[in-house]
T-cell receptor, first 114, second 115 residues
C-alpha cells in the first residue's frame, strides 16, 4: 500500500519568510497529491492539489511542485502570515482508478512568528 | 464547496458506556466515508472505510467490535464507540468523498472524553 512521509515535523518561520514542506510517496501509481491545512481543533481543509500530469501549480502565495520520477512533492508558502500557522498534511492517491482510502503524511506543524 | 456535518462536536461519557457519532454529507451523496482518529499534534490515523450498504473495512489494529460503523444511506455514516474507556478519548473525524469529483470533505470532528 501507499506510504507517505513528510518533513519537517515542525517548522518555525518569521512572518514574511517562505516555508517549504516536503513529502515523499511510495506507490508509483499515485497520480493525485492534495495538501490539507488543519487549524487547531478544526477540520482539515484542502488548500491546493496537483495531478501527475503537471509539475507545478500555484495559487496566490501557495504553490506545489511534483517530481514523479523521484516520487516527491513539496508545498511552498511565500510571504507567510500568522494565519498560516497550522498543521499541514500531504496525501497521495490513485485516481480515478481507485477512489480508495486516503493515507496522509504525519503532518507538519507550521508556526509563523510575528 | 460541499459540506459534511459531524455530530456531536464534543461528548463526555462515563467509562463503560457507548457513544455514537454521526457523519452526514449535507449536499451530496457519498458512497464512501472514512473515519479517522487523531491524537494531539499527530496525524489523521485512518480507522475504517465505510461503504454504503456493505460492511466497513477496518484498518489493521482497529477493533471492529469496539468501533462499530454503519453506513445506512448515501448521506449518513455512524461510528459507535462501544464500552468506552479512557484510552478511547480522542478526536474523531469523518470524511466523505464526493462521487463526481472525488474530492474529500471533512466533518468538524468530535472530541470524545471518557471519564
Amino acid at each position: 500500500g501507499e506510504n507517505v512521509e513528510q518533513h519537517p515535523s515542525t517548522l518555525s518561520v518569521q512572518e514574511g519568510d517562505s516555508a517549504v514542506i516536503k513529502c515523499t510517496y511510495s506507490d508509483s501509481a499515485s497520480n493525485y497529491f492534495p495538501w490539507y491545512k488543519q487549524e487547531l481543533g478544526k477540520r482539515p481543509q484542502l488548500i491546493i492539489d496537483i495531478r501527475s500530469n503537471v509539475g507545478e501549480k500555484k495559487d496566490q502565495r501557495i504553490a506545489v511542485t511534483l517530481n514523479k520520477t523521484a516520487k516527491h512533492f513539496s508545498l511552498h508558502i511565500t510571504e507567510t502570515q500568522p494565519e498560516d500557522s497550522a498543521v499541514y498534511f500531504c496525501a497521495a492517491e490513485d485516481r480515478p482508478l481507485s477512489y480508495d482510502k486516503v493515507i496522509f503524511g504525519p503532518g507538519t506543524s507550521l508556526s509563523v512568528i510575528p | 464547496g460541499a459540506v459534511v456535518s459531524q455530530h456531536p462536536s464534543r461528548v463526555i461519557c462515563k467509562s463503560g458506556t457507548s457513544v455514537k457519532i454521526e457523519c452526514r454529507s449535507l449536499d451530496f451523496q457519498a458512497t464512501t466515508m472514512f473515519w479517522y482518529r487523531q491524537f494531539p499534534k499527530q496525524s489523521l490515523m485512518l480507522m475504517a472505510t465505510s461503504n454504503e450498504g456493505s460492511k466497513a473495512t477496518y484498518e489493521q489494529g482497529v477493533e471492529k467490535d469496539k468501533f462499530l460503523i454503519n453506513h445506512a444511506s448515501l448521506t449518513l455514516s455512524t461510528l459507535t464507540v462501544t464500552s468506552a474507556h479512557p484510552e478511547d478519548s480522542s478526536f474523531y473525524i469523518c470524511s466523505a468523498r464526493e462521487q463526481v469529483t472525488g474530492e474529500l470533505f471533512f466533518g468538524e470532528g468530535s472530541r470524545l472524553t471518557v471519564l
